[in-house]
């Protein structure tokens, strides 16, 4: 006990230290000309605008939280339909998968052309949750103790009996360990759609109209009061978790797209499942447009954009526009995916060896998660320019967090008593690790790569947007201004597929791999 | 007997049935419904409409206005082809883009700035004062207006590629730096916000070198101009009324916006000043505020004509200015 107290103080006394250097580099102007407020200034200028606050933090907090209820009355439903039907689950497999893929920079625009009012931020919030929170039920409901499940059907219970005795309350942890993942992702669902919604309040809009000012302590604050919020809403679901469950399990987030089971099934069965789930998330498209009822000359059906794309007077020039852009895109993002990934497992070897040095980096970590972008460019492009340097920073804050906590947990999950062999021959623990910890953690390994390449492109489109210019990011951002409605939609889509294509191929290599080492995916 | 109704009209139905049944009697009969869509966030820009509204002259003229703002990502035609406006505040080229290119039925009925506020900002200590000071200096520009800036190299015959182009994210902080060399801004507001960083600012406006276009032009589709004509002409006249009153002070009504209009903004009231003041003599006309002359047409489209963008005198309509 005394012990763990005093980690914890040293825990307090590391960041304590990292804000007081903080505070020095940005009092002497050290960082980007003096681009980098000190921690005072902030605070000091947070103080001032208190009276700004109250409306804006309403306005997001509104929308995030519709859109956290609507999006996990959604998910958890859909996670229980499919945990009772594989066939479903298999058959929407592809919608899921471009569910987690979609990177929210590509599909806001076109939310706030085909919405109107608060509804493309609940969307948003809503989209952020459904993923984690889906994933979390179907896998909280199949991993219920099937021995409680026998006994309820030696008693004559039938389906829904076991559903609702077993099943839905073994997965409750689960649950709940989901909503604490997905409380913050609502929050900056919300926040981003705020950017395009032109509304009059929410933290987004606060940001964009402080944007002019020249006032980096003023953007800071605001990064940090929407650091505050995601955070309080995860610690709150913690504390809720606990509180009625007394469960202190390990949360991550969930990156596997839950697999059904392969029954036995005939081949043309699987044809028709296959087909089924490539050709559903375009149908959900199509049904969208319809039922939005958004004027055809903004809303674009798939069919719509294969036409501007192949067919139409515009498509040559669409075509060569899309390929330059692409061009620029694809290499960087290839290198920002292997990056991010180097950038985590470094993170997680050294959160092993020197667990001290890295809880204090934490805090840090958490606030580049959470603080929107917009607000570090101006910082970013003093201090890196507007080359690719840039852009492969702004890929690696956006992709190695994830990737960092999966692979920690695969780490501290590789059994002690392995790591003892290596130890008791002697071994230094750099050798250990590399002969045992690492091997051992390959699963996770393939999980965070699941996690980090469809964040890369989003990482890399950001940065095109906001600063260099060129690219995918950059033609999104200029067809918005010139009315170009077939192009805005065929980029969304086209980042949207290369994202589930990514996903898919790192699927395929992780099953060969792991299939040969005998090795079972980590969930 | 069979009716049939799309989800749209009937939502649009209840809602107008339930508008009706709240609406006070003699309101019903003296007022219409007119909704404008602002180009940007709420600042010193829409000083005009502010006033009016907080004036009550949108309800004298029989008007039930609704306002709604704007920003970055807010593109204000696509708002008028969704139906959530009958009028928006845009800019020329992008309107006139659309209309050339994707077919829209826009007409524009006014232009709030006669001359477009928009220049080249740089720092008093390393000035730029003309296109061919460019030469080799990093510019920021936001993407939209990427060609109009061009335009207006070339108008200089100066090659686009000497200039190392950048996006702007409206965020000056590069410029004070030293990062980036000039910025294409509103030079109504910037170089306040420079001055507030302890250094001077220096601008030209693209206008005067050639690229002679409007901006916040009024637009509205066929349809509502079909509609509402009448109700546009009264949002004209009542918008030109506050317009001139606010300009024969320019620092009297931004204070008075400090807790309304301009709560929470994020900006200093002496900013919407600077700013209100500086806008003045880019928007009176010997004509009128809005005023669309034969010959200012004739510069916008031509100037519009140097980047491709073929434009016709018929997608103004002035007559609605004329009735005024």
């Known amino acids: ?523 | 007997m069979s009716l049939t109704l799309n989800r749209r009209q009937f939502l649009g139905i209840a809602a107008a049935g339930i508008a009706l049944g709240v609406m006070p009697q003699y309101l019903r009969a003296a007022t219409s419904t007119l909704s404008m869509q602002a180009a940007w966030i709420n600042d010193a820009e829409f000083t005009g409409y502010f006033l009016g509204l907080d004036k009550g002259y949108y309800t004298e003229a029989g008007l039930e206005l609704s306002y709604l703002s704007g920003g970055p990502d807010v593109i204000p035609e696509s708002t008028l082809i969704a139906g959530r406006a009958d009028l928006a505040l845009t800019s020329p080229d992008t309107t006139i883009k659309a209309i050339v290119e994707q077919g829209a039925p826009f007409k524009i009925i006014g232009a709030q700035y006669q001359k477009n506020p928009l220049g080249i900002v740089s720092l008093a200590k390393k000035p730029i004062t003309k296109p061919q000071d460019l030469i080799g200096k990093t510019l920021a520009v936001p993407p939209v207006n990427v060609i109009s800036v061009e335009a207006m190299l070339k108008m200089n015959d100066i090659d686009p590629s000497k200039v190392n182009i950048v996006p702007y994210a409206y965020d000056p902080t590069p410029l004070i730096k030293g990062e980036i060399d000039a910025s294409l801004d509103f030079t109504t507001n910037v170089p306040y916000t420079i001055k507030l960083a302890g250094e001077e600012a220096t601008s030209f406006l693209l206008y005067d070198f050639g690229y002679t276009i409007y901006n916040d032009t009024i637009v509205v589709t066929e349809e509502v101009l079909a509609k509402k004509r009448d109700q546009l002409v009264a949002w004209l006249r009542a918008s030109r009324k506050a317009w001139n009153e606010n300009f024969t002070d320019p620092a009297a009504w931004p204070p008075k916006f400090a807790d309304t209009w301009f709560k929470g903004t994020g900006r200093s009231i002496d900013n919407e000043i600077y700013f209100n003041t500086a806008q003045k003599p880019l928007m009176e006309s010997p004509n009128g505020i809005f005023a669309l002359t034969d010959d200012g047409i004739e510069k916008c489209l031509s100037a519009l004509g140097k980047i491709g963008l073929v434009g016709k005198h018929d997608m103004f309509d002035t007559s609605l200015l004329a009735e005024i």
């Open chain 1, 1 to 523: 006990m005394v012990g763990e107290a005093l980690a914890r103080h040293r825990g307090l006394r590391n960041a304590l230290l990292l804000v007081l250097i903080w505070e020095v580099i940005g009092r002497l102007g050290l960082v980007a000309g003096g681009a980098l407020p000190p921690p005072s200034a902030i605070l000091i200028k947070l103080w001032q605008d208190r009276a700004d606050y109250p409306l804006h933090i309403a306005a997001t907090l509104q929308a995030s939280v519709t859109g956290f209820v609507i999006g996990n009355i959604i998910a958890i439903s859909a996670g229980v339909i499919f945990a009772l039907s594989p066939t479903l689950l298999r058959i929407f497999r592809g919608v899921n998968i471009a569910a987690f893929a979609l990177p929210p920079i590509a599909i806001a625009p076109i939310l706030t052309l085909t919405l109107s009012g608060m509804a493309p931020r609940i969307t948003l919030a809503a989209l952020g949750v459904y993923f984690v929170s889906m994933t979390a039920t179907v896998i909280g409901i199949s991993q219920a103790d099937s021995r409680a499940a026998d006994l309820i059907r030696a008693y004559g219970g039938g389906r829904w009996q076991v559903l609702r005795r077993v099943q839905f309350r073994g997965a409750l942890p689960a649950i709940l360990a989901g909503l604490r993942v997905a409380a913050p992702a609502a929050v900056l669902g919300a926040i981003l759609a705020e950017f395009g919604g032109g509304g009059r309040w929410g933290l987004g809009t606060y940001l964009l109209g402080s944007l002019g000012q020249a006032n980096p302590a003023r953007l800071w604050g605001i990064g940090l009061v929407a650091t505050l919020i995601a955070g309080l809403s995860y610690a709150g679901f913690a504390l809720l978790s606990r509180h009625f469950l007394g469960s202190t399990r390990a949360v991550t987030l969930n990156t596997a797209v839950p697999t059904a089971q392969e029954q036995s099934s005939s081949s043309l069965r699987r044809v028709l499942i296959i087909t089924a789930s490539i050709a559903l998330p375009f149908i959900i498209w199509w049904g969208f447009i319809k039922l939005s009822g958004a004027p055809a000359m903004i809303a674009k059906t798939p069919l719509d954009v294969v036409n501007y794309l192949f067919f139409s007077n515009a498509s040559a020039t669409a075509q060569s526009k899309l390929l330059q852009a692409l061009g620029q895109t694809l290499p960087i993002t290839f290198i920002g995916m292997a990056a991010g990934l180097l950038f985590a497992f470094l993170l997680a070897i050294l959160s092993k060896l020197f667990p001290r040095g890295i809880e204090a980096f934490m805090p840090v970590a958490l606030v580049t998660q959470t603080m929107p972008l917009v607000a570090l460019t101006p910082l970013l492009v003093l201090m890196l320019g507007r080359g690719q340097a840039l852009t492969l920073w702004v890929t690696i804050s956006v992709t190695f967090f994830p990737a960092f906590v999966t692979l920690a947990q695969g780490i501290a999950l590789v059994p002690n008593s392995v790591q003892e062999l290596p130890r008791a021959y002697g071994a230094s623990r750099w050798t250990e690790m590399r002969m045992v910890t690492i091997p051992a953690a390959l699963p996770y390994l393939f999980a965070a790569m699941r996690l980090t390449v469809p964040r890369a492109l989003l990482g890399v489109m950001i940065a095109e947007w906001l600063a260099t210019g060129k690219g995918l990011g950059n033609l999104l951002n200029q067809s918005r201004g010139y009315l170009d409605y077939g192009m805005i939609w065929t980029v969304a889509a086209v980042a949207v597929l290369l994202s589930v294509i990514f996903y898919q191929l790192v699927v395929l290599l992780e099953r060969r791999v792991l299939t040969r080492l005998g090795m079972t995916t980590a969930e």
